[in-house]
DNA sequence: TTAGGGTTAG
């Protein structure tokens, strides 16, 4: 009955006109309880004031929501205040997760290392809290470790590969976990993987992994298919990323941006645009992603007056304002248009500073456009930053030796040798063997 | 009480 509410005035009113006495302690936990799901902490905190008596359930669900929500020291003293018989193993998992999620592992580790009585997911926590901060040497020796891993656990060490550009251990692992009997991928083991693929151009795999959801009659989820269509038009396949859209039935924004971003990505701006058009039709809302496909495709097409235009419905019609990715799409296809003033007075216009990549954009197009006098009002922005993005210097000095100014080409050449800024090597790909 | 993706620029 006091599962859910749909807005917390129902709790607050339940609360505030129900004698204390009159609820016994289960009904009162999940009061707390749905409160803390719906992000209103001080009701919940309190309900867990005001309660006659409490059980680690009402503890455990305090201390959770406070680390949940970042609030890692209130977490802390109700963690210390409660009667240490009373901790039960989800008290401790939720610290330990508030730790690890926060980044302060070594905390983490102590608790797991202190605990009482560890769980599996005990050990997941802290095999993904290694994972996603990088360790995965130590996340690995963890999971190594474990005497027995369920799906979480294949999926955590799976996802700190493929976040951490390790994509090639996480694809064997993912072999590793097939050639296991009693576990099975899901949804979010096959999305990582997936999302792996794409980023290695490795098409083979990807469509084995496809044939294998389908043998293994999984459905085909909104978000798992986003993450087919992503990687079929990462590897430059439009035609199969198009296609699994068309064969899915619950599509969701993930779905519809995987598609916009896929055409734009791939050069096809019209599809893009098609594709915005039916979901306006549809009446699906879009979101800042969906705007940042649909600007990427303009930039890719050179399509100036759309890309006027969606920048500018996206913060009027839609109420998104815009994120630096955004700046950078708009100004980078004013740029390459030569609409270089429209495009330096929009920077002039955000309220926040611009970065690298944004400068970087329009000093790319004064190079294209022989323009000097705009980047010479933005060099100033720009050596302020202190960047160490070797490509901005470089673009700068050959605007300067376009145009025959020597001495700032060479002194902005001068600036990488100085603060020893290296270039990155250039990359390509090559597909993997299949698994 | 634990796990996931979407991105371009010279």
């Known amino acids: 009955m006091y599962s859910s509410f749909d807005d917390n005035i129902s709790a607050r009113k339940l609360f505030d006109t129900t004698p204390v006495n009159v609820l016994d302690i289960v009904s009162w936990n999940t009061l707390i309880d749905g409160c803390v799901k719906s992000g209103d902490l001080d009701l ?16 455990t669900a ?13 977490a802390q003293s109700l963690f210390d205040k409660m009667m240490p018989v009373c ?7 939720s610290m330990i997760s508030g730790f690890a999620k926060s980044g302060f592992l070594s905390l983490a580790r102590k608790m797991f290392d202190d605990m009482p009585c560890k769980n599996i997911v005990s050990w997941n926590i802290m095999v993904s809290g290694y994972a996603q901060c990088g360790e995965l040497e130590v996340a690995r020796c963890l999971f190594d470790d474990m005497e027995v891993k369920d799906v ?12 951490n550009n390790r994509g090639e251990d996480g694809l064997n ?20 993987v997936l999302s792996v693929c794409g980023h290695l151009v490795a098409l083979d795999q990807g469509k084995w992994i496809h044939s294998y959801i389908d043998r293994n009659g999984c459905k085909v989820s909104g978000n798992l298919g986003a993450a087919l269509i992503d990687m079929y038009a990462k590897c430059g396949c439009v035609e199969n990323a198009v296609e699994v859209f068309q064969k899915m039935n619950d599509k969701n924004i993930s779905t519809w941006n995987a598609l916009i971003t896929g055409f734009a990505v791939n050069g096809v701006a019209d599809g893009a645009i098609e594709a ?18 649909v600007l990427m495709a303009c930039c890719h097409g050179g399509l100036v007056e759309e890309g006027r235009r969606y920048f500018e419905i996206m913060s009027k019609t839609y109420e998104i304002q815009p994120e630096m990715k955004h700046y950078g799409c708009i100004i980078d296809l004013l740029g390459r248009a030569g609409l270089l003033e429209e495009a330096e007075a929009i920077v002039k216009t955000m309220t926040v500073k611009p970065d690298v990549m944004v400068l970087g954009a329009l000093f790319g197009a004064c190079r294209i456009h022989g323009e000097t006098l705009i980047a010479d009002r933005l060099r100033k922005d720009f050596l302020r930053m202190k960047s160490r993005e070797a490509g901005c210097h470089i673009l700068l000095s050959n605007i300067y030796a376009a145009a025959g100014r020597w001495a700032d080409a060479c002194s902005t050449r001068s600036m990488l040798t100085m603060h020893e800024i290296k270039k990155g090597v250039g990359l390509s790909s090559v597909e993997l063997p299949k698994i």
């Open 276 to 293: 915005f058009s039916q979901m306006q039709k549809l009446e699906m809302k879009p979101n800042s992603i969906t705007f940042l496909g």
């Open 62 to 74: 305090m201390i959770s929501g406070y680390a949940k929500s970042g609030e890692l020291d209130v």
């Open 44 to 59: 919940a905190r309190e309900i867990f004031d005001r309660m006659p008596e409490r059980n680690d359930v009402s503890w």
């Open 87 to 93: 901790r039960n193993v989800m008290t401790w998992n």
């Open 152 to 163: 979480f656990s294949w999926s955590c060490m799976i996802a700190g590969y493929a976040q």
């Open 173 to 192: 692992l993912f072999r590793e976990m097939l050639a296991e009997d009693c576990i099975r991928p899901n949804e979010v083991t096959l999305v990582s």
